[in-house]
Every structure is written in structure tokens, then in C-alpha cells.
């Protein structure tokens, strides 16, 4: 079994165990199962515009995916206590410490590690500013998002990252037990 007939079996039920906590990516779909419920999760491709607000949801996109591959490596899909105290903690962490944790766990290679940081660097300023027109991006050179060519460098950048972030969950994902899972929900 894989996640794709996971989901399958998922959404035929009507009510599912609510110890059940897990994102799940099958064939270009994003599903969440959360409370008992199964629900429409994120879309593959990432669109953002030049707005702030679009780039910050961006990032929460990846910030979330983060957190969901802790989560899969240290309480699996989990809904429990120690599940909830997880994530609590993971909402004290900074995005660079999780960069590195995955740096040293060996699950982003020292690249992409590179150019997660890069990227993060853009969402902390986008954070402590009122308009993209202070922000810088710096794969190489600084460019400004306020251009149409710094923006467009960052949005490229940014999903093709988004891309390599799906990958690396979709790993992490195959090391679950669906029969296991199967008779859990």
C-alpha cells in the first residue's frame, strides 16, 4: 500500500480515529487528517503574487511541512499528548534551527539546506516590514523583490524549493506503516 490508496480507503470512511493526526501527499493531492476528518490540504504548485501577505502564506505553506516532518520522524501521525506537546514546542523553534536539525539529520542535503536558509532570510524581513519595497533577496546578489526581476528570481527560487520540499516529505512519508495505519483509523 502507498499513500494514494491510503486516501482512497481514508475517504471512503465516515468517520475516522481522531488519534489520527497526518498530511498526506498521494499523485499531486494534498490531504490532512485531523479530528476524526479527512480534508483538502495544500496544492502542489504554489502560486504567489507580489504582495506581502502572498509571501508570507507561502512560507507558513513550508513552515508547516517542516513541522509535519518532525512530527513523521519523532511521533509518526500520532494525535495524542505527547503529539500535542510536539507541536507545541515546534512552535517555539526558529525556522533556522529546523533548517539545521534537518541539515544534521541528513534529511536536506547542505545545498538545499543553503538555500532554505536564503529563502527564510526573505520571510524574516517580509515579517518586520510593511511593504515587499524593503525586502532583499540574495541567492547570489542582492536583488530587491521590489523589482520585477528580484521578485521573479525569488518566486522561481521559492518553487522550485517547494517542489524539492514535497519530495523530501514524500520520503518521509513512504516510512509509514499504512497497513498498520489502516487498521488505526
Known amino acids: 500500500m502507498d499513500a494514494s490508496n491510503f486516501i482512497k480507503i481514508a475517504k471512503r470512511k465516515k468517520q475516522l480515529s481522531s488519534k489520527i493526526r497526518l498530511y498526506l501527499i498521494g499523485k499531486d493531492k494534498h490531504y490532512f487528517i485531523n479530528d476524526g476528518m479527512i480534508k483538502r490540504g495544500f496544492d502542489s504548485q504554489l502560486s504567489i503574487i507580489k504582495s506581502r501577505d502572498s509571501v508570507l502564506s507561502g512560507f507558513s505553506k513550508m513552515a508547516f511541512l517542516f513541522d509535519e516532518i518532525i ?8 494525535n495524542d499528548r505527547e503529539s500535542a506537546e510536539l507541536l507545541y514546542i515546534l512552535n517555539l523553534v526558529p525556522i533556522n534551527r529546523k533548517i539545521r536539525a534537518f541539515l544534521d539529520w ?3 542535503g547542505p545545498e538545499f539546506t543553503r538555500d532554505m536558509s536564503r529563502l527564510f532570510e526573505v520571510r524574516n524581513d517580509t ?3 510593511i511593504s515587499l519595497d524593503e525586502v532583499t533577496y540574495t541567492p547570489q546578489r542582492s536583488m530587491s523583490l521590489s523589482s520585477d526581476s528580484g521578485f521573479k528570481k525569488f518566486v522561481s527560487d ?10 523530501i516529505y ?16
Not at 71 to 78: D, E, G, M, N
Not at 158 to 167: E, P, R, V
Not at 170 to 185: A, R, Y
Open 71 to 78: 512530527r513523521l520522524r519523532i511521533v509518526q501521525y500520532s
Open 106 to 108: 541528513k534529511v536536506f
Open 127 to 129: 515579517v518586520h516590514c
Open 158 to 167: 521559492f518553487q522550485k524549493s517547494w517542489k524539492t520540499l514535497l519530495a
Open 170 to 185: 514524500i520520503q518521509q512519508q513512504e516510512k509509514i506503516n499504512w497497513e498498520k495505519l489502516e487498521k488505526e483509523i
